[in-house]
T-cell receptor, first 113, second 119 residues
Framework: EDKVVQSPLSLVVHEGDTVTLNCSYEVTNFRSLLWYKQEKKAPTFLFMLTSSGIEKKSGRLSSILDKKELFSILNITATQTGDSAVYLCAVGVYGGATNKLIFGTGTLLAVQP | EAGVTQFPSHSVIEKGQTVTLRCDPISGHDNLYWYRRVMGKEIKFLLHFVKESKQDESGMPNNRFLAERTGGTYSTLKVQPAELEDSGVYFC?????????????????FGEGSWLTVV
């Protein structure tokens, strides 16, 4: 069965800290890995990764994928209270009629002032 | 650009009643998805429309759930009759093309969800 596991489940840090969120997966027909940030309601898109070893960056956030070891990390540097959210990792699987995302349970990040 | 909109945002119904959730995707997005998150679990896929056609409904839990997308625009998800275990957040998402290709236009965008509580 397709599976996506995120760690840690929750994390409390102070402003200015750097955090690393982990996502490992076991799926058939891997297509891409996506990171979303969910603050109150709608998950908002952060990154889509399809190739190993290529870092994607957006401001203080960056992410990289390792397709050999089947994992991805999301780094946030110089954290701010506005980074507090649930970070969701999802793996896209595609084959035949299937075209869907397999989600992990998320990592709850709390950034304290 | 308007995002994915869902209605109602919250709904409380009694076991055995019927509820219909509505999703309006981003204009021009042919692909529409339904997902749900029940308490303590991860978000799970329900089904995928391409325009008005059901591409994949392998995640629909049982025949109490019926999804439609007449005309290929908005979609509805009906639960009839609702059971206690149906409580959760129902997310709708849309994308312009087949998301599996790395193009910005194929990113999947989510709505804020419809929170359903069955009592």
């Amino acid at each position: 069965e397709d599976k996506v596991v995120q760690s840690p489940l929750s994390l409390v840090v102070h402003e200015g800290d750097t955090v690393t969120l982990n996502c490992s997966y076991e799926v058939t027909n891997f297509r891409s890995l996506l990171w979303y940030k969910q603050e109150k309601k709608a998950p908002t898109f952060l990154f889509m990764l399809t190739s190993s070893g290529i870092e994607k960056k957006s401001g203080r956030l960056s992410s990289i994928l390792d397709k050999k070891e089947l994992f991805s990390i999301l780094n946030i540097t110089a954290t701010q209270t506005g980074d507090s959210a649930v970070y969701l990792c999802a793996v896209g699987v595609y084959g035949g009629a299937t075209n869907k995302l397999i989600f992990g349970t998320g990592t709850l990040l709390a950034v304290q002032p | 650009e308007a995002g994915v909109t869902q209605f109602p945002s919250h709904s409380v119904i009694e076991k055995g009643q019927t509820v219909t959730l509505r999703c309006d995707p981003i204009s021009g997005h042919d692909n529409l998805y339904w997902y749900r998150r029940v308490m303590g679990k991860e978000i799970k896929f329900l089904l995928h429309f391409v325009k008005e056609s059901k591409q994949d409904e392998s995640g629909m839990p049982n025949n109490r759930f019926l999804a439609e997308r007449t005309g290929g625009t908005y979609s509805t998800l009906k639960v009839q009759p609702a059971e206690l275990e149906d409580s959760g957040v129902y997310f709708c998402a849309s994308s312009q093309g087949r998301w599996s290709y790395q193009r910005s236009g194929n990113t999947i965008y989510f709505g804020e969800g419809s929170w359903l509580t069955v009592v």
